[in-house]
């Protein structure tokens, strides 16, 4: 058989995009942010550990828009991959294996991770009574 006659594998414009699919790509994106959210947590540590005015430097960059974004990000990346590996976890006991299994613990986990994150942050201004920045009185 000549180099023109071998048959081409599928490239991704062919697919159709399936949850599957897209939960295991989200996966692996979420594993390299949570590495790299990782260094900012360190950073923050470090900070905190360097005394006041390095911490509240990186409280002032934390605590910024952008900074509460990232956090907020890193917030769902970390609840993202843990519910994910739960249901990696739950296919290794053999459970869930069939496609309509595969399909609802996709969305389960989608959903759970869109309602935990913002329990989480909800629950955290709730506590700190900092909505927005605002300064308590």
């Known amino acids: 058989m000549s180099a023109h006659e071998r048959p081409i594998s599928p490239h991704l414009q062919i697919y159709r ?4 699919m ?3 790509i989200l996966h692996r994106i979420t594993g390299i942010a949570l590495g790299v959210g990782t260094i900012v947590l360190v950073y923050w540590l470090v900070a905190a550990a360097a005394g006041p005015k390095y911490f509240n430097t ?15 990000g890193f917030t769902a990346c970390l609840v993202y991959h843990l519910l994910n590996g739960i249901r990696h976890l739950a296919w290794d006991t053999g459970a ?9 613990s996709g969305w389960l986990v989608a959903v ?12 955290g201004y709730a506590v700190a009574g ?5 300064e308590a009185g």
């Open 112 to 123: 759970l991770t869109v309602f935990l994150t913002l329990a989480i942050w909800i629950a």
């Open 17 to 20: 995009w399936q949850i599957t």
């Open 96 to 104: 869930g294996m069939e496609i309509p299994q595969f399909y609802r």
């Open 130 to 134: 900092n909505w927005f920045g605002a």
């Open 58 to 72: 990186a409280q002032a960059i934390m605590g910024s828009i952008p900074g509460r974004i990232v956090l907020f």
């Open 22 to 24: 897209v939960m295991s």
